[in-house]
């Protein structure tokens, strides 16, 4: 993993630094929009509405609409904010862990001890845990103010990320407002129910059928030679800017179909390609070998074990 952000966890006079990391990622395959009839690339170009004229993103600033006028905010604009200057992640209050509502938690990072000694950070560790509370903090994270909780998972110190209170909508349906008679009897049985579906929570049991499927998919294809070759279909149109995060898969797609391509007769071809289009997602190569009716499915999980194992 790659450190996102660095700086300190301040509460009282303790500072602990810290390195900060994305601790999800997103597992989905990367899919783009092509012509049906000829597999060509649909790209997209920002236009002016005035003039027609499309415009490079260097000279797109921002703005906004309240319905009847338009204020233009440009990037000097924005510079005059109040901006990311602060490194340090302060403890506002620690608080009783079920009072936090699990509607308001985001996005989670995990912080690294970042000193030749790790004892302030094992101690607030073992604080949280004994004392079962949560740390309520804020720090500002790519130019915008958050407020997260901070809470231990196994020996790692997490960082949530909180919705704001007026970005949680409130719950009014007319239909809860009616009185309804739950007898005794209906309650039971409900019971009843609830204990036979009871058992411990284990994430490890339950997979992205869908994402295992589709990935089992491109890859039959790309075994069977149904693909076309990236660079007579797509040609060497480079990516227009676009001020977001460059994504590698792309680039590792483009390569392992024309590895495919070259390769389809040798008997590495497979695991050549296997091993160009997984290189940016370590997940890729466990492909799930569940739809044994596809004789080109069935072939690859025999070739890997691992994406057989998962499938049973």
Known sequence: MRAIWKGALTFGLVNVPVKVYSATEDHDVSLHQVHNKDGGRIRYQRVCEIDGEVVPY?????????????????????????????????????????????LTLDRAYYLEPD?????????????????????????????????????????????????WADEVREAAFPALDESVRISAKELELSASLVESFASDFDPEEFTDEYQAELRTLIEAKLEKGDAVDTAETFGDHEEEETGGEVIDLMAALRASVEKSRAARGGSDSKESTKKDAGGSAKSESKASGSSAKKPAAKKTAEKKPAAKKKAS
């Open 58 to 102: 260097s000279d797109i600033d921002k703005a906004y609409d309240d319905g009847e006028k338009t204020v233009v905010l440009t990037k000097d604009d924005l510079a005059s904010l109040p901006a990311e200057k602060s490194r340090e992640i302060d403890v506002v209050e620690f608080v009783p862990s079920d009072q936090i509502d699990l």
């Open 115 to 163: 000193s030749a000694s790790p004892k302030a950070y094992v101690l607030l560790r073992k604080t949280l845990e004994q004392t079962d509370r949560t740390a309520i903090v804020r720090f500002s994270l790519r130019q915008k103010t958050r407020l997260a909780a901070l809470r231990v998972r196994g020996d790692v110190l997490v960082l949530q990320t909180l919705l």
